[in-house]
């Protein structure tokens, strides 16, 4: 049975979270996004909001990456220019997204950087917005909150079918922008106690943005990662996800523990592209047939 999904045809934004971190988010995002480019001929976008910069690295040499960020050329000059917009702008998104990233046609990315903003540009531009309002830094906070991510992705999100968020772990301003810029999320998790942890943080924010109507995202699936053999703590996680989500919002598909995986990083190419033949590119593979199944 497919979950029925308010597609939208251009342009949904899907975030690719959990609170915790090294349950596989970038993985997934850069080898999920690379299938459907590749295979369905999606126009796909991948956000790097992470300061870590994995899923930029999964795509380029550090080399290449210093080489941008020394032009200015990643995502911080265009949260800049969200923040402050009286600003010249120094480039327009269009010269800052890598367009058919390792040859893929579709496949884009926005770089991401080590430095995203800066703590107090955002208390002065806080400062400037609440004086003289008859509203408080709270209020201020929601609304950056609430605006900043959704700014960013406004001027090219009809130019994709799909844009995917890949966020660091933790519940930064970033993250809940950018959870409040998509319409979807999909939760990558391994099966273990701390992965749920970080479900149960990222289900309660979300239900308190709901409950003061900031959002309608909407869940598409929860995707297993790394899986090794069965234990039976894998099986009581797998259990407790069931009772809390339902079967048909786990993904079929899961993805196997693979050194093929980490060993793309080295060739900063998705192991779909370096080793096709390895069992952790064909599950990323047959992820993104389910993915295309259960979306479209
Ligand atoms: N299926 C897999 N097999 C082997 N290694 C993996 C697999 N998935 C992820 N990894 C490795 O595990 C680490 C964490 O994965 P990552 O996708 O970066 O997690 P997150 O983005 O949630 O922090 C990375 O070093 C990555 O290369
Ligand atoms: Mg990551």
Same mark, same amino acid.
């Given at each position: 049975m497919t979950l029925s999904v308010r597609r939208k045809t251009m342009g949904s934004v899907i975030s690719m979270v959990n609170m915790k971190g090294g349950v596989g988010k970038t993985t997934v995002t850069v080898n999920l996004a690379t299938c459907l480019a590749k295979n369905h001929k999606l126009r796909v976008l991948i956000v790097d909001l992470d300061t870590q910069i994995n899923a930029t690295l999964s795509f380029m040499t550090p080399a290449h990456f210093a080489k941008l960020k020394q032009e200015k050329r990643t995502l911080k000059t265009l949260i800049t220019q969200a923040v402050y917009p009286k600003n010249e702008m120094i480039f327009s998104p269009k010269e800052i997204i890598q367009q058919n990233i390792c040859n893929? #046609? =579709? +496949?884009d990315l926005m770089p991401g950087d080590i430095e995203l903003y800066e703590d107090f540009v955002l208390a002065e531009m806080i400062y400037d917005h609440t004086m003289g309002k008859q509203q408080n830094y709270g209020q201020t906070w929601q609304q950056i909150e609430d605006r900043l991510i959704k700014v960013v992705l406004k001027p090219f999100l009809n130019n994709y079918d799909l844009i995917l968020l890949d966020f660091s772990p =933790?519940?930064?301003l970033i993250t809940r922008s950018g959870i409040l810029a998509s319409d979807f999320y999909i939760i990558p998790? #391994?099966?273990?106690? +701390?992965s749920v942890i970080g479900?149960?943080?990222l289900e309660g924010r979300i239900k308190q943005f709901k409950e003061s109507n900031r959002t309608q995202i909407e869940l598409l699936g929860i995707v297993l990662t790394s899986l090794g053999r069965n234990t039976k703590m894998s099986t009581n996680v797998q259990a407790r +996800? &069931? #009772?809390?989500? =339902?079967k048909n919002i786990l993904f079929q598909t899961e &993805?196997?523990?693979n050194v093929a995986v980490a060993r793309a990083i080295d060739e900063c190419r998705p192991v779909v592209l370096t080793e096709p033949q390895s069992v952790g590119a064909k599950a990323f593979e047959e992820l993104g047939e389910e993915f295309f199944k259960r979306f479209y």
């Open positions: 893929i #046609k =579709g +496949l =933790g519940d930064h998790a #391994k099966l273990e106690p +701390l479900i149960g943080i +996800l &069931i #009772k809390d989500f =339902g &993805i196997p523990m």
